[in-house]
């Protein structure tokens, strides 16, 4: 579900948001088509409003484990996940394509890219394997020098 489900925002008057974030599979797997469907199935039981985020009207592919917020503006993620032509999500966006979505999206005023994840993950460098945050001012982050 972290991947594939939908992500919930606040809105200025603290009403959920539902965001339906298309999802691919990891840009590795053919059979996500019913992974796909995920948040449409969610957005049959929720009544909120619902955001299909898009990028001069492409829709953009991006899993819960790609980022991690802090609530109070800040937003990690991986250079690996985002940008890297291989495993790629959205070819048609730059970095600073993702700092505008992740703004207007997210509310982000700044985002830390990391370069990668760790090695032989089938997600191809989720930043949620190496470092989350654990509260609004602190990063955990795993790290190993071998």
Known sequence: MR???PIFIKDEKN???LLNWKFNGWAKYKNYRSDNSVSLRVKNYYEGNVINPKFNKK???LEGGAIDVNGKGLLLTTKEC????IQQRNSFLK???YN???KKFFGAKKVI???KGIVGDDTHGHVDDIARFVKSNKVFLAYEKN
């Open 15 to 17: 009403k959920n948001i």
């Open 59 to 61: 829709s953009i592919v």
């Open 82 to 85: 985002l940008l890297s032509k």
């Open 100 to 102: 505008f979505i992740f």
């Open 3 to 5: 991947d594939t489900g």
């Open 95 to 97: 970095i600073k394509d």
């Open 113 to 115: 890219w990391l370069n």
